[in-house]
């Protein structure tokens, strides 16, 4: 809430629209499904064929504990993760793997550095490789159709042992790839090694080739990806369509809890929720209240005829 323009935790109601920290993210989902709930129970309803489990987990911004604790304990048929989608259902998003790169070199006393193999520069071949080649063969690969092309960017870098007149013998080297359908731990690990295989290649000396690097996966989490033909994204596309006249199916550019409980829970997944991903985090965040008004029709619709 720090550097806020707004009053972060006093909503306050200008123009059609809601101000307020989490207003789009993800509070305007949360008081939709809720009231959507609520509002099934009061009307007496037809009787639902089934159950509806709201549920509000903690940790998606950062390692998504909530979401991981959740599918261990309960499943459904299907899932709808209210996060800001502008009224879009989002079937697809990029998931995000971290690698830790160790190169191990030679120590060599900084008067005959030749007799050293340098883990810092071999460090840096490999980084220019990641923004250069590597990615270039990234952006040749055919596209997911929502979620896109993969990205890959080098995170950090450290290296040396803090003495001036030595050759360095280690550096590691943090490196983020975002994901796209398909890829696998093992196929992103294959592509690194062959960036290193590429620069061990081009050493002239059998001593520079001698350098040995470690590649290690420090953070995972799945892309995801529903196909339009699963009953819940059927069902909800439909009750879009009812509410708005139309039902756009996007990818989302960034990463869910949707894809956790597909992936890990095996339960079909949509992304759809009021707000716009553009005012999440920001300093005078803000929700369109018709969105949130149409949501709760369209949570209701869905509702009734996945159910009926
Ligand atoms: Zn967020």
């Known amino acids: 809430v720090a550097g806020m323009s707004i009053d972060p935790?006093?909503?306050?109601?200008?123009?059609?629209?809601?101000?307020?920290?989490?207003?789009?993210?993800?509070?305007?989902?949360?008081?939709?499904?809720?009231?959507?709930?609520?509002?099934?129970?009061?009307?007496?309803?037809?009787?639902?064929?089934?159950?509806?489990?709201?549920?509000?987990?903690?940790?998606?911004?950062?390692?998504?504990?909530?979401?991981?604790?959740?599918v261990e304990k309960y499943t459904a048929d299907a899932a709808i993760v209210c996060e800001p989608t502008n009224l879009a259902l989002g079937l697809a998003h990029k998931g995000i793997n971290r690698f830790l790169i160790e190169i191990f070199g030679k120590p060599a006393h900084g008067g005959v550095p030749e007799?050293?193999?340098?883990?810092?520069?071999?460090?840096?071949?490999?980084?220019?490789?990641?923004?250069?080649?590597?990615?270039?063969?990234?952006?040749?690969?055919?596209?997911?159709?929502?979620?896109?092309?993969?990205?890959?960017?080098?995170?950090?870098?450290?290296?040396?042992?803090?003495?001036?007149?030595?050759?360095?013998?280690?550096?590691?080297?943090?490196?983020?790839?975002?994901?796209?359908?398909?890829?696998?731990?093992?196929?992103?690990?294959?592509?690194?090694?062959?960036?290193?295989?590429?620069?061990?290649?081009?050493?002239?000396?059998?001593n520079q080739r001698s350098f040995r690097h470690k590649i290690s996966k420090t953070f995972e989490r799945l892309p995801l990806e529903t196909k339009p033909t699963e009953p819940i994204a059927k069902v909800l596309q439909s009750a879009v369509r009812e509410s708005l006249g139309e039902a756009r199916i996007e990818g989302m550019p960034f990463w869910t809890d949707a894809a956790h409980l597909s992936q890990k829970g095996g339960i079909p997944s949509?992304?759809?929720?009021?707000?716009?991903?553009?005012?999440?985090?920001?300093?005078?965040?803000?929700?369109?209240?018709?969105?949130?008004?149409s949501s709760v029709e369209i949570f209701k619709k869905t509702i009734e005829t996945f159910l009926a």
């Open 115 to 206: 007799l050293g193999v340098d883990a810092i520069e071999k460090a840096g071949k490999l980084a220019t490789r990641i923004n250069g080649d590597l990615r270039t063969h990234l952006e040749q690969k055919k596209p997911h159709p929502l979620a896109g092309s993969p990205r890959i960017h080098n995170s950090i870098i450290e290296g040396g042992s803090k003495a001036w007149n030595v050759v360095p013998d280690y550096c590691k080297l943090g490196i983020e790839r975002r994901t796209i359908p398909g890829e696998t731990t093992e196929s992103l690990i294959k592509e690194l090694e062959l960036q290193i295989e590429k620069i061990r290649a081009a050493e002239v000396d059998d």
């Open 270 to 293: 949509v992304v759809f929720g009021p707000g716009r991903i553009e005012d999440a985090h920001t300093k005078d965040e803000k929700i369109e209240l018709t969105q949130v008004y």
């Open 9 to 70: 935790l006093k909503p306050t109601v200008k123009g059609g629209f809601l101000y307020g920290r989490g207003s789009t993210d993800t509070k305007g989902g949360i008081a939709a499904t809720i009231t959507s709930a609520a509002q099934l129970l009061e009307e007496d309803p037809k009787e639902l064929n089934g159950e509806v489990i709201l549920t509000y987990v903690v940790g998606e911004e950062l390692l998504s504990e909530g979401a991981e604790k959740l």
